[in-house]
Nanobody, 120 residues
Framework: QVQLVESGGGLVQAGGSLNLSCAASGSIFRLNTMGWYRQAPGKQRELVATITRGGTINYVDFVKGRFTISRDNAKNTVYLQMNSLKPEDTAGYYC??????????????WGQGTQVTVSS
């Protein structure tokens, strides 16, 4: 069994910053690409950023220059530093990871989500 546990969400004023963390634990052989997605009320879940095990990063346009994704492979953790937050960034933020389990199955896992609310 594998778990992804997010933390770091909260309420912040526009222009402020938050740093999200997502730690993976359990029956992990290899942690591959990790990423962050978000879902606002009434909207579909959308990609925010991804990072491969080797550090290749992909951002969607609306966060470029404001958000930074990083990871610590030794800690099985991915981070999302969010700066210059806007009210439209308000959403539930979900961690995603593609994992080879100890039984050598390749499985995609999701965290439970952490709420980010940006007030104007």
């Amino acid at each position: 069994q594998v778990q992804l546990v997010e933390s770091g969400g909260g309420l912040v004023q526009a222009g402020g910053s938050l740093n999200l963390s997502c730690a993976a634990s359990g029956s992990i052989f290899r942690l591959n690409t990790m990423g962050w997605y978000r879902q606002a009320p009434g909207k579909q879940r959308e990609l925010v950023a991804t990072i491969t095990r080797g550090g290749t990063i992909n951002y969607v346009d609306f966060v470029k220059g404001r958000f930074t994704i990083s990871r610590d492979n030794a800690k099985n953790t991915v981070y999302l530093q969010m700066n210059s937050l806007k009210p439209e960034d308000t959403a539930g933020y979900y961690c995603n990871a593609l994992i080879h389990t100890q039984s050598m199955h390749l499985v995609q896992y999701w965290g439970q989500g952490t709420q980010v609310t940006v007030s104007s």
